[in-house]
């Protein structure tokens, strides 16, 4: 009896002196959610008066993951109520899209961090994607990102119109990286050599597990061309060990301003970007979204939370829900028609 | 030059008294979660990160990296005093660990475990400040059929980690392989072997199903055999013994240089270095027979080839941005996180911050030491609680671990299956750690496959072609010979010693 | 007929074939996505199926050959074992639909009685401690995020 009392005694201190250590760290943490109820304002219920998840369907770090928490920083504070970011990474985001869309409840106290991949790309890639977009309510964008091209920092090519012309003649030399048939880069590239008049169908494709693992690739002359946003380059780009030709869009990015787009050089309409931002299961009630477009909307202005933008490099794009729900919708119609017209689509 | 001068002034910056006392909270904090069982350096590190948020970036970063090392540490000890590692770059400490703690030597094992571990942290930072530019480019020149080759050099391991039969390791392999292949397929995207449950399309996560094969199964064991305590023997003294020294100081430096080396390239993680080292030094010895069964060297490579791979880690890590192991995913999470990119702007642009990191490495590599060899006797005083106590409570921190690191049910299930299985698997004298192995090679050899035929439009010779690859494969060809003379002849002294009941798998 | 003298590695060279006809079967379907004949998806898998009732189909005959029988398990434990493995399920169910903490208390106040053979009372007391401390540490320290259940 004695004996494994003293025993109890000893795992309780252990566990205690393994809690006063983390505690140092612990009570210097700003008691982000203080019990303050939430303040009384409008006639709809109080919301939120409880802490809320907020569900990002990728590993911490990336770039969907950076802006959640920057977010989740902010209503905290502004809501006085814990905005908790869970990272449920799997299956390219869909694992944790099924968990915030399909098992949790529709209360408001569940939201999905949603990017152009596991939403309009999945629906192009797939024929019965696990997530569409009737699953969801598209609350508010947050921020975008500018595609860019990335070849090798001493490669050949001078200009994105050289290198061009240059893949319209050899399509069967051309390398380039991407998470998969359907990923992000899959479609940048696609969509150029549409607008190049470039045949897809014989350049190549290596499969990668990112960024992270397709540029070390560029860089090393494995693979010839990597697509993806400003800041996912940025680091190898400083490095010298890549060097960027193009940028897509309209205008150039504020982040690199040196950098001409493709319009600029001659190859007209590429539009595919990036983007995140912010959705809730179907039948969420309608205060929940309002709630949330309304503080995005004022978070985008503050200047600490734009400053934690720039420096990962999205720039701020806020769209309320309806705005935000039509451009998926319409974006998934021309990437479901340009994966059909590649056979992207299985 | 100048190199010199910015480290010293990082050091400067590293022994104030706040920086010095982060680096120790975060190697204790960290070696306190990596001590309990079931949770090893990723599920520490990504439990910790959130509380690390609130300081400012350079005291983060450091208590980050001190928690990195110190969960690495703590994992071991668990490793060797309960057969249960808290990630797979622990598994071959715990073949001759665990081992030698039942022999009553689990004192000397755990301090020349934290001696290695110093030494080869202390070269890998080393390396680290004088080569991170050089050796982040020769890096870049590892392409596709580069890791296909070494991937098959990986796989000759299978002979040597076998146990008993080939046969049933060659088995278990394949198991392990198949197991890696659940989830999306990486050149199609579409699911594979998920028999239409969407839960499977993220596949199965690595520290869920080491927890279920080594810490839940371990518990199973104790509970079958009516354990009492929670290790049998006497634990010993902490400090090694001369002739432990002089055996373990070769295989630390060779641990230490293979688990550096290897450690620089991205992907390459501690995981396969920690095993390579530990096979080679099973090559080399002239005893091999005893590995297995409490060889002290069999502790020393691994263990030197982890942290020195840690340390090496940190190299494509600051110098490229690109994290080679699962825990550095997420300390680049953590930087992230602090706004800060790594890469050569990070060199440029702070010098100060990187070199105070740097230095803190130091202090904190050290630091450990002085902690950790006088609360040797602590961790090994733990054991003596009762099993009645320590199983359940084991089991409650595997869930957690199992939980942690992808927030998922899922993955606590699995843990829970595999834990069922691994019982299975030992009463039946399947061996696990092919399993282990092959789960982990598994989808770089596919990725690097399909890499190397895309680039090659389907010629396999380009592997040939290459010079890095064709002496890779050379080398792999000559392990393999080697680990077949080798296996034939330690064959029959294992059958033997497999009569008396000892754990060989 | 004759019996394997070695059951156990019988079964398993028997379940391996079987996992073998499953991979490949799985090799076939993902051969539709393939990039080319021998290079996709599919390659390892049917590699693996190949390897799986190869490496089985000589295990089978082994099995038969084998001098050395596999002692039975030492096993005058087994209840106690396979209660345990019961409640690991039970706690997997129970932590979605009660919550973490409930579902804790009451795995491990079970766990503690079938592993320790400590009195209900112990037991209870046991379970009690060491929720709260996995509570304190765990989720009002470190903030990790569990399943509240199904009633919150």
Known sequence: MKAYVKWIGGIVSC??????????????????????????????????????????????????????????????????????????????????????????????????????????????????PLITNADQIYAARIGKGTLAFAVKADAPWKDFAEFSQWVKQHP???????????????????????????????????????????????????????????GEINPMLQAKKVKILAVSGDERSPFLPDVPTAEEQGVKGLTVFWWTGVSFPKGTPVYVINKWEEAVAKMVNDPAFVKKLHDMQVEPDYADSARFTQDVQKETGYYVELAEKRSMRK | MDTLHLLLAGFAQAITPENLLMAALGALVGTFVGVLPGLGPTSAISILLPVTAVLEPTQGIIMLAGIYYGAMYGGSTTAILLNIPGEISSVPTCLDGYPLAKKGKGGPALGISAIASFAAGILGVVGLVCFAPILADQALKFGPPEYFALMILALTLMVSLSGGSLIKAFLMGAFGYTLSLVGLGPSSGMPRFDYGIPLLDGGFDMISIIIGLFAIAEVLKGIGEKRLA??????????????????????????????????????????????????????????????????????????????????????????LGIPSSPPLAILLAGFMIYGLTPGPVL??????????????????????????????????????????????????????????????????????????????????????????????????????????????????????????????????????????????????????????????? | MRLPHNVPDFLGAVLSIAAGVLVSLEAYRLRAYSLSRYVGDHTLPAILGLVFVLLGAALLVHSFRNEERAKAPPSPHRTSLLLCLALLGAYCLLIDIVGYLTATLIVSAFLFRVVGRYGWGTAIVLAAVLTGCLYVVFIMWLQISFPTGFFL
């Open chain 2, 347 to 505: 060199f440029e642009q702070h010098p100060a911050f990187v070199w105070t990191v740097i230095a803190s490495m130091f202090v904190g590599n050290a630091m450990l030491l002085v902690l950790n060899l006088p609360l040797v006797w602590v961790w090994v005083k733990l054991t003596k609680v009762p099993y009645g106590i320590m199983a359940p409570v084991i089991l409650m921190f595997c869930t957690i671990g199992a939980y942690s690191v992808r927030n998922s049910l899922f993955d606590v299930a699995v843990a829970f299956a595999f834990g069922g299985l691994g019982y299975l698997f030992y009463t039946y004298r399947w061996p696990v750690v092919p399993l282990v192995l092959c789960f982990i090679l598994g989808p770089l050899l596919e990725e690097s496959f399909i890499q190397t035929m895309v680039m090659s439009s389907g010629d396999v010779a380009i592997v040939l072609q290459r010079p890095i690859s064709l002496v890779i494969l050379l080398a792999a060809a000559a392990l393999m010979l080697v680990s077949l003379a080798l296996n034939r002849r330690t064959q029959k002294r294992v059958r033997e010693e497999r009569q008396r009941g000892a754990d060989v798998a």
């Open chain 2, 230 to 319: 929670t290790v049998i023997g006497a634990p010993g003294n902490v400090y090694p013994s001369k002739s432990d020294w002089k055996k373990s100081a070769a295989p630390t430096i060779r641990g230490g240089l293979v688990g550096f080396f290897l450690g620089l390239l991205p992907g390459c993680s501690a995981a396969i270095t920690s095993f390579l080292a530990y096979d080679l030094e099973k090559k080399v010895s002239k005893h091999p027979e005893q590995f297995g069964k409490g060889a002290i060297e069999g502790v020393a490579a691994p263990e030197a080839a982890n942290n020195a791979t840690s340390s090496a880690g940190f190299i494509p890590l600051f110098s």
């Open chain 1, 172 to 230: 069967e030399q051309l390398t380039w990286t991407s998470v998969g048939p359907a990923g992000f880069s899959a479609f940048g590239v696609a969509e150029w050599m549409d607008a190049i008049g470039a045949d897809f169908s014989k350049t190549r494709m290596i499969v990668t597990k990112g960024a992270s693992d397709s540029l070390p690739k560029v860089a090393g002359g494995h693979a010839i061309l990597a697509v993806h946003t400003v």
């Open chain 1, 15 to 128: 566990l205690a002196a393994a809690a006063v250590t983390a505690c140092g760290v612990g009570v210097a943490q700003p008691a982000a959610g203080s019990e303050t109820q939430a303040s009384a304002s409008q006639a709809a219920p109080a919301y939120p008066d409880r802490q809320i998840e907020y569900v990002v369907p990728y590993s911490a770090g990336g770039g969907v993951d950076l802006v959640a928490r920057a977010a989740a920083d902010y209503l905290s504070k502004e809501w006085g109520q814990p905005v908790v970011v869970v990272n449920k990474p799997g299956g390219g985001g869909t694992v944790g899209a099924q968990y915030a869309l399909k098992q949790a409840k529709n209360d408001g106290y569940t939201a999905l961090a949603v990017n152009v991949s596991n939403t309009s790309m999945l629906s192009a890639g797939m024929k019965q």
